[in-house]
């Protein structure tokens, strides 16, 4: 037990500081009538509601709380395969069912039920995390990672599509939370699924090349995102101009889309990497100081 809450205070003292400090930040630019009450500012940051991208704080420390719940199903998937698929099944089916429940039921919408509709993430790291040393013998099959880079592109098309009908009313911009936005549709968990399982194969298979990148991007993830946004509606969506979904073609629409995340992940991954170097700043923009 002295060794969960130990950890538990590790994480805390290591991603809490840059996420408040952040957060604060994105309320100045983005909220700053939140200012005015001290009860909705603290709310505003429990809850991860400074910006779109916040919210997943809250949600992985409320997965650290629950840990000790998951922790029987890790120690199943791993003595048994079927297991873990049973386990990745109920969590698929346990998020999309939630997802469209909440749907009528606004009010089990808050942030203390988000764990719920990301089960099946848990759940699906739980079923293949055991069995990522297998995946590396997959690397070196060209069909393998052929048929996943397809199936990638089939789910990316079909996340566009689903997010262009339901969006079709609505100005486009480059968006903050195009993924996030649709991140709990079917479209999007085959795409996002497919793309993890594509990228480790990747990695597996060219090991010395892409290693060091995967490395470096680790070290400086967290603090790209908890900045991208910031990035992208401060500077790269002032750039770029507005592109409507009703009236642009879909070919400029994608290209819009893609300037503007190559860009801001870009910008946001230069920032990042020179505050780094910085001792000061270091804490604000790494999980690993």
């Known amino acids: 037990m002295s060794e969960y809450v130990d950890f538990i205070r590790r994480r805390a003292l290591r991603l809490l500081p840059a996420y408040v400090f ?19 500012l603290a709310r505003t940051i429990l809850h991860g509601r400074a910006d779109a991208q916040f ?12 840990w000790p719940v998951f922790q029987p199903l890790a120690r199943a998937s791993a003595r048994s395969g079927a297991a873990a698929m049973a386990i990745a099944i109920a969590g698929f089916a346990a998020s999309v069912s939630w997802w469209h429940f909440t749907a009528w039921r606004p009010f089990l919408q808050g942030t203390e039920f988000s764990i719920v509709v990301w089960l099946l993430y848990v759940c699906l790291g739980i079923a293949i995390g ?3 040393a ?20 089939i789910a990316a098309y079909f996340m566009y599509e689903n997010f262009v009908g339901r969006a079709a009313q609505s100005s486009f911009q480059p968006p903050g939370v195009l993924f996030a936005a649709m991140i709990f549709q079917i479209p999007s968990t085959a795409y996002i699924t497919c793309a993890i399982i594509t990228a480790s194969l990747l990695a597996f ?13 680790g070290r400086h993830a967290y603090g790209i995102f908890l900045v ?12 770029l ?19 503007a995340w190559v ?7 230069a920032l990042v990497a020179a505050a780094s170097r910085l001792p000061a700043l270091r804490p604000l923009v790494s999980h690993r100081w």
Do not use: D, M
């Not at 919210?55 to 629950?66: A, D, G, H, M, T």
């Not at 297998?134 to 592109?153: D, F, G, K, M, P």
């Open 22 to 40: 952040w957060s604060i930040l994105s309320i100045a630019a983005f909220k700053p009538h939140v200012f005015g009450s001290p009860a909705e």
């Open 55 to 66: 919210y997943y704080i809250p949600l992985v420390f409320e997965l650290y709380v629950l």
């Open 130 to 132: 055991p069995r990522l």
């Open 134 to 153: 297998s995946l590396q013998s997959l690397a070196a099959r060209n069909a393998v990672i052929a048929a996943l880079t397809l199936l990638t592109v």
């Open 205 to 217: 298979r060219y090991a010395h090349a892409l290693g060091p990148l995967f490395i470096t991007l």
């Open 228 to 239: 991208h946004l910031l990035v992208l509606r401060l500077g790269v969506q002032r750039v």
């Open 241 to 259: 101009p507005p592109t409507s979904l009703t009236t642009a073609s879909t070919t400029a629409v994608v290209a819009t889309v893609v300037l």
């Open 263 to 269: 860009t801001c992940i870009a910008t946001s991954c």
